[in-house]
């Protein structure tokens, strides 16, 4: 049997994409490396009854209504808010920065009303090249030398195991700086966890009498099988995998950052009082995440799953890492993906494929917007 469309990679973006087209009556085959579908944000109930993000922490947030809808579909999200702490100067502090956080750092008791005039003071005594040219520069510009030596130089530095001199700017849009006391860490309409999972999210997903599954399969190797199993001429092939690989590294190799993340059952009901804090300065990882309290699982259970990420240079690709170099050779790649979806049989799609810090609910749009714009033959 032939398809009509072939989707590398069942994570979200792949999932996405194969499920809008089997609606729109494509027969679909998506190829899977893994044996188990959700891509990074793959997810397993442990032994201890508390569901584990086998990728790290994921918490879907977003304001775009079109996928809050789309993912309720195969869903329900348990209501989470997430709040993160950051261990600095021996203290547990709300982080991203709000009035309660310079209150704590600075032992002031300013309102919220005072709180730019504060950082306009810092920002003042502070040096960086205006308007910012990296992410040390962006910011400083919006919080001074000091909150950023506290918060974000040493996480910086060992998240991506280089200068913040050298990362792009648009890195330090993820975290907002808030003059109120909102001490969430994202400000989302709507925010949430798969009641069940992202795992069977996604499963419901691709739960379609138009889509096959290959699992364990690398669309590398397969080679012309792989085509061979598309309808000739006319067939789709959507690629969510790394966009240099793709291309036989042409351009040269982007670079990825990954993480080990080790996982630990505690004996104790509870390890911290939230479920993600960040560890700047001390230690070797970047944050601790306490699982408990993303599912509500398990609550009078004296065990408890926690996990530390441990940011490293090889690995699974979690992340893209946007510096000078690997933009220049990304926008390389990607003059090659627009001539090729132009042609009307490809599709790159999600953080791999187009080498873009995407969030979830962005991954999903993306591959809502391509998906409909190739059945529209856009
Ligand atoms: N960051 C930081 N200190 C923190 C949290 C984040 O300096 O306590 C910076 C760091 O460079 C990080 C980036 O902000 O890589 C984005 O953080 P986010 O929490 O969005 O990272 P993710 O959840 O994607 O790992």
Known sequence: MKFDCLVVGAGISGATCARLLAEAGKKVLVIE???????????????????????????????????????????????????????????????????????????????????????????????????????????????????????????????WGRQPEELSAEIAKRIPVRTNRDGRYFSDQYQGIPLAGYTKMADNMLAHENISIMFGADYFKLGDLASSLLDEGKGLTVYTGELDKFFDYKYGELEYRSLHIEFKTIEQQLYQSVAVVNYPNDYDFTRITEFKHMTGECPTSEKTVICMEYPKEKGIPYYVVITESNTKKREQYMADVKALEKKGKHIFTGRLAEYKYYNMDQAVLAAIEKTENYLKGL
């Open 33 to 159: 490396k893994q044996k188990n579908s959700a891509g990074n944000c793959h997810d397993y109930l442990s032994k201890e009854g508390i569901t584990i993000h086998t990728h790290g922490p994921h918490i879907f947030h977003t304001n775009n209504k079109q996928v809050w809808n789309f993912l309720n579909r195969f869903t329900e999200f348990r209501f989470f808010q997430h709040r993160v702490l950051s261990f600095a100067d021996g203290l547990l502090i709300p982080f991203p920065i709000n009035v309660d956080t310079i209150n704590m750092v600075y032992n002031t008791s300013i309102t919220t009303e005072e709180v730019l005039p504060f950082l306009e003071k810092e920002v003042k005594k502070s040096s960086f090249t205006n308007p910012p040219q990296n992410f040390r520069d962006a910011v400083v510009s919006q919080v001074g030398e000091r909150l950023y030596n506290l918060f974000f130089k040493n996480y910086t530095i060992k998240q």
